[in-house]
T-cell receptor
Framework: LAKTTQPISMDSYEGQEVNITCSHN???????ITWYQQFPSQGPRFIIQ???TKVTNEVASLFIPADRKSSTLSLPRVSLSDTAVYYC?????????????FGAGTRLFVKA | GAVVSQHPSRVICKSGTSVKIECRSL??????MFWYRQFPKQSLMLMAT?????????EQGVEKDKFLINHASLTLSTLTVTSAHPEDSSFYIC?????????????FGSGTRLTVV
């Protein structure tokens, strides 16, 4: 399983765009990149998943360069409620059987 | 979207007793579910993979006789913490993924806060 490296913490202000980069140098050919958000005392919540290039949904964008050795989660115009821990995971996109191993995550703190 | 229900959300038990935590996939079938443990200010640690109809696969260092996992149906997995001790106090989380939802990652339960006194 590819190991991921993220910044331990980040600070931002309301209304700013936040970009969190994750390194996964040993990503395998069939690995997908998935980001989760976790609030205190709650289970993680899926944000976005991608394989290559760019993926966008209603809450975030995911940028993946051609070599796929890193990825960047972009949160547009963050609010106080986006204060949470963000996890980057890589793993094969099978039928539900691949293990999801969590790294340390990035603790994002959004200030007013 | 897919929903995973976890119960109880919070439990306090005495040392030496056993506690059962349930994880249900409400609107999909899950042949595989995962159980995690999370200590304060730390990341999730995978404990075991729960397989429907067969034995669970435990991660290195996790005692299978202490953390009993049963996955008797396609929608229910249970984790029983046997002979609980204060050091077992933690936040336990399960996850699963719908086969028809391969582009949306895994769905996690809301977690169970276990306190052993």
């Amino acid at each position: 399983l590819a190991k991921t490296t993220q910044p331990i913490s980040m600070d931002s202000y309301e209304g700013q765009e936040v970009n969190i980069t994750c390194s996964h140098n040993n990503i395998a050919t069939n690995d997908y990149i998935t980001w989760y958000q976790q609030f205190p005392s709650q289970g993680p919540r899926f944000i976005i998943q991608g394989y290559k290039t760019k993926v966008t949904n209603e809450v975030a964008s995911l940028f993946i360069p051609a070599d796929r050795k890193s990825s960047t989660l972009s949160l547009p115009r963050v609010s106080l409620s986006d204060t949470a821990v963000y996890y980057c995971l890589v793993g094969s996109g099978g039928t539900g059987g691949f293990k999801t191993i969590f790294g340390a995550g990035t603790r994002l703190f959004v200030k007013a | 979207g897919a929903v995973v229900s976890q119960h109880p959300s919070r439990v306090i038990c005495k040392s030496g007793t056993s506690v059962k935590i349930e994880c249900r996939s409400l609107d999909f079938q899950a042949t595989t579910m995962f159980w995690y443990r999370q200590f304060p200010k730390q990341s999730l640690m995978l404990m075991a993979t729960s397989n429907e109809g067969s034995k669970a696969t435990y991660e290195q260092g996790v005692e299978k006789d202490k953390f009993l996992i049963n996955h008797a149906s396609l929608t229910l997995s249970t984790l029983t913490v046997t002979s609980a001790h204060p050091e077992d106090s933690s936040f336990y989380i399960c996850s699963a993924r719908s086969r028809g939802d391969r582009d949306s990652g895994y769905t996690f339960g809301s977690g169970t806060r276990l306190t052993v006194v």
